[in-house]
């Protein structure tokens, strides 16, 4: 066959890998293929011996052994059955009824519940669909502009995405090489602000358009009238509890260091079953449905992680590692120059792809270049995640507005979706920023680095062929693919 320039190698593939996805091929399977293909091209042209696809099986093993992705299948568990046994609708109940008599208060209880579901269910499709289904029939009966309305039940929903326990956050921990327990550490903060800057939002459509976000009449509230302020505040309690216990019992533990974030995930997926049980909803059923659930999309990740290995394994193999490290450190600017197009190349490819393709393709090939430019890895990756949060966001292929898109009513108009949706993507690119000009809101405690890093030990020099004359103990990390 006519020989290809090794320096064409690296994009080509991603020329095809385009073609691949563009075509409708499924992720993990073009991944995979593309490869597979470029593994042969190599080959043939002498760029790649044939005993590092024999390496593949011990790759794959290596992935499925992982005890930090454990974590997925467990919060994704924990969420599913959450979803299932009515947590949402008794949230949205409650806390609607508590800020209905202000203006803008459904808007107020949508962003506080989106954040009590990201931080216990963890799932954008069950937060966004639920919200849809109880709050936005309420807001269109009593006058709420369709716009905000949908754009904030839509970017509330996608909180799940950046506040702890985030499946985003564990894929760029094990993508990244880093604690999962400290990109939660440090996505606590800004997920936190970003929650914040959607109240400060609300709060100002309601001064600056009065008529946008009404109070509820006296005659939706369940609770009115005197001596119902009690009741109102004993429904808050008996609600707010289970969740708040949950939070503590899975995030507390991870942050205090007592657990792991696999051991926090397992603690949760059993406290969402008792809270199940508890409300009498535990059911075959909700069980069947919850498990199914939880295994395809464990599966999905794991396909998409097992193709994007063999991707990796030929790209590094025609030096495309070396073709990525040199376009970005060429980029004019040095540090910032490479911090601020990584941050435009994920925006931009959140347009069209997925967190878990942007996560499982680019990352791996960004991560080389900061670790050389001395770049924090935790602020980084936390930095792209807010980031990636967009993506649920950016028509034409944000899946928020798809799912909500779904459940609303006929006269509500996609462009009013999207037109919603545009103030809140650029409240998280200001969040981008911010995290960008002050690193530290991006905070990190040494308590919850662990189990996550590599293994190190102790041993003289000459135990494993260096120079024993300097009689000193080094660091000798082992291989356990050898």
């Known amino acids: 066959m006519n020989a290809i320039p090794v320096e064409l190698l690296p994009p080509l593939m991603f020329v095809v890998l385009l073609v691949f996805m563009v075509s409708g091929f499924p992720v ?19 760029l790649m011996s044939p005993a590092l696809l024999q390496a593949l099986p011990d790759r794959i093993f290596g992935i499925m052994s992982n005890d930090t992705l454990l974590a997925i299948p467990f919060f994704t568990f924990m969420g599913l059955v959450l979803e299932r046994s009515g947590m949402a609708e008794d949230l949205l109940e409650t806390i609607g009824q508590l800020f209905g008599k202000v203006r803008g208060g459904l808007a107020y209880a949508v962003v506080l519940v989106g954040a009590l579901l990201a931080a216990t269910t963890g799932v954008v499709a069950a937060s966004v669909i639920s919200m849809g289904l109880i709050s936005l029939p309420i807001m269109l009966k009593y006058g709420y502009s369709q716009s905000v309305s949908t754009g904030v039940i839509a970017a509330s929903g996608t909180l799940a995405q950046i506040i702890p326990p985030s499946l985003v956050l564990i894929v760029m921990a094990d993508q990244l090489g880093v604690s999962v327990g400290a990109m939660y550490q440090g996505a606590l903060l800004p997920s936190l602000m970003l929650v914040g800057l959607f109240m400060l939002y609300v709060f100002a459509i309601t001064r600056l358009n009065k008529n946008a976000l009404p109070a509820l009449p006296t005659e939706a509230l369940h609770y009115g009238g005197s001596g119902q302020g009690m009741q109102i505040a004993k429904a808050v309690v008996f609600v707010l509890l289970p969740p708040l216990a949950l939070i503590f019992l899975v ?62 394994l030929t790209f590094r193999a025609v030096e495309g590692d070396l073709w990525v490290e040199h376009l970005m450190a060429d980029l004019p600017g040095g540090e910032l120059g490479f911090l601020i197009a990584v941050q435009i190349l994920i925006f931009v490819l959140g347009f069209f792809l997925d967190f878990f393709e942007i996560a499982f393709i680019v990352i791996p090939l960004l991560v080389p270049v900061a670790d050389k430019l001395g770049i924090d890895l935790v602020w980084f990756g936390v930095m792209i995640a807010m980031n990636m949060q967009t993506s649920f966001l950016t028509p034409p292929f944000g899946f928020s507005l798809f799912y909500l898109k779904s459940v609303t009513p006929k006269f509500v108009k996609t462009v009013e979706i999207y037109k919603g949706s545009m103030p809140f993507i650029a409240l998280q690119l200001f969040m981008v ?43 000798f990390v082992p291989s356990f693919n050898q």
Do not use: H, W
């Open 433 to 475: 920023v911010v995290i960008f000009m002050f690193p530290n809101v991006v905070s990190r405690d040494k308590k919850v680095e662990y189990q996550d890093t590599p293994l190190q030990l102790e041993l003289p020099v000459e135990n494993y062929g260096g120079d024993s004359s300097q009689g000193e103990l080094q660091p």
């Open 28 to 46: 993990a399977f073009a991944l995979a293929a593309n490869g597979l293909l470029f593994g042969y091209v190599a080959i043939e042209q002498g």
């Open 251 to 312: 995030l507390g533990t991870i942050f205090l260091g007592i657990a792991t974030p696999t051991e926090g995930g397992a603690m949760g997926a059993v406290g969402a079953l008792l809270i199940a049980a508890s409300k009498k909803r535990l059911n075959l059923e909700l069980l069947k449905q919850s498990l199914d659930s939880t295994t395809k999309l464990s599966c999905f990740v794991l396909f998409i992680l097992i193709g994007s290995t063999v991707f990796g």
